[in-house]
């Protein structure tokens, strides 16, 4: 690097500097306060959807699902999750206490250890709750997400949607390539089948 380069201010850390002046940044309550607000902004859209959903068609057509034994892990960690079978955006943080602190610290651990500017962080932050809003939001548009990553890599809502139905596949959230791994991967057929059997059973 030149001093040339040195002396020349990147614009996010100019940005950061202004930032981090503000009293709210160093409010020990600015963390809560910014995930609230990123969780909650990216659920408005999907629960306005969720609303118009029983009188539009054209937003029918996109809900995945029209009406809505296991591990010591499962029952002491996740099962709470799995409280509602059919998935909406606001179930996304609907966890037990255990484990929204072991994602809690997964989540920030990540990026302290790879030493992440703090904006970089809050990037990650956004987009973590963005993508695990989007997999619980119940929808599947042309638009989605896992359209943009190419062989089925990334899952999406489908894919999340169907481990709610059966509980014991599709376990990754996001990247597809652990269920590939362990035999744990279904897909849109084995959806259709199941979601079939549950209008059936209702």
């Keep these: ?18 930032l981090r002046q503000q009293s709210l940044l160093r409010s020990p309550f600015f963390p809560v306060f910014f995930s609230l607000t990123i969780y909650l902004s990216c659920c408005l859209p999907y629960v306005c959807l969720d609303i118009l959903c029983s009188q539009l068609t054209l937003i029918q057509r996109f809900k995945i699902q029209p009406q809505s034994q296991v591990s010591w892990l499962y029952r002491h960690f996740h099962r709470e999750h799995h409280f509602y079978r059919a998935t909406f955006s606001l179930t996304t943080e609907n966890s037990s206490i255990w484990e929204m602190l072991s994602l809690s610290f997964f989540t920030t651990l990540n990026p302290a250890l790879l030493d992440c500017h703090p904006l970089t962080e809050m990037l990650f932050y956004i987009t973590n709750i963005y993508l695990s ?3 619980h939001s119940g929808y599947e548009f042309p638009w989605s997400p896992h359209r943009l990553v190419p062989f089925g890599l990334y899952g ?5 949607d169907l481990h709610h139905l059966k509980f014991k596949v599709n376990y990754a959230p996001y990247f597809t ?13 084995t959806q259709r ?5 549950s209008l059936k059973g209702s």
């Design 1 to 18: 690097m030149t001093s040339s380069n040195s002396t020349q201010l990147l614009p996010l850390q100019i940005l950061w500097d202004c």
């Design 177 to 189: 390539h652990w269920d590939r791994l362990f035999g744990t991967l279904q897909g849109k057929c």
């Design 133 to 135: 809003v989007e997999a």
């Design 156 to 160: 999406g809502a489908q894919h999340h």
């Design 193 to 197: 089948r199941a979601r079939k059997l």
